[in-house]
């Protein structure tokens, strides 16, 4: 089936120099990048992308980790589309918990827990087609993915928009 799905380097991986290692260990699955940006984390997008976790103890230190607030403050966000590119994915990237996620995956190869607790575990990888639409869309606009994989309307709409400047 072809599919989508969200990756993201984590601000541990980005720290780490780790960017490289994830890119190519991913190539492995010959799956596309439809999309891919550097993203400063606020706390609105962190909060709504691990919604689903809001009531875990550990959900205040996992909103700042993904914020970069013991890292670096940035997050490499990338779609990946192809055949089966959300189990392919997954596969390579390991479990969560990088202790018990199998050496070879790259939780297992370069995550870690810290003694606070937080899954250090390097990045992340949408879970199932509806977690991959729900992020894609909350990641990415449609004019920053090079495929027409959602549907989309056209709204007018006045903006200020940034241009460089002189000098
Ligand atoms: P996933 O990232 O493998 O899909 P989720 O259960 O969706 O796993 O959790 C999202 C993220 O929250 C994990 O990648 C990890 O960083 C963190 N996390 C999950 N469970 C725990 C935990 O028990 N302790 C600390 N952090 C956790
Ligand atoms: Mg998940």
Known sequence: MEEQTLVLIKPDGLKKSLTGNVLTRLSETKLDIVGAKIVKVSRPLAEEH?????????????IRYIMGEYHKKKVMALVYGGENAISKVREICGKTNPEEADAVSIRGAYGRITTAGVYENVMHASANPEDAEREIKLWFAPGEIIRDIYPTIDVEETVITKKWGEG
Request: hydrophobic share 40%.
């Open 50 to 62: 691990y919604e689903a976790l809001n009531k875990e103890p550990f959900f205040e230190d996992l």
